[in-house]
């Protein structure tokens, strides 16, 4: 078995899907699935997987605007000052 240029996009669909999980800024996870999104439409397209294909259409679309939506947002920086060793914390704003 050989190695070609789609297995090669389906790792690296898995490997930013990886990525995703270990991120804690929902902007980050959102851009990383999002990317794995693209890369698994290409993986589908190549390989002629047509549930692969349309089912990453559909969520990188959903991903893709919600990517949008979390970089338009303001971050809020919150502090803790009642305790000890606690560094600041980023929260998306509400708005």
Known sequence: ???CLMDSLGFLAYGFV????STNDI???RVALFTSNLFFIAYGFALQLMP???FN???GCING????RAWR???????SKDQVGVG????PSTR
């Open 1 to 3: 078995m050989e190695f």
């Open 18 to 21: 990886l990525l995703s999980a």
């Open 27 to 29: 902007r980050w996870l």
């Open 52 to 54: 692969i294909l349309l």
């Open 57 to 59: 259409l559909l969520l």
């Open 65 to 68: 605007y919600q990517a949008y």
């Open 73 to 79: 947002r303001p971050l809020i920086v919150l502090t």
């Open 88 to 91: 600041p914390a980023l929260v």
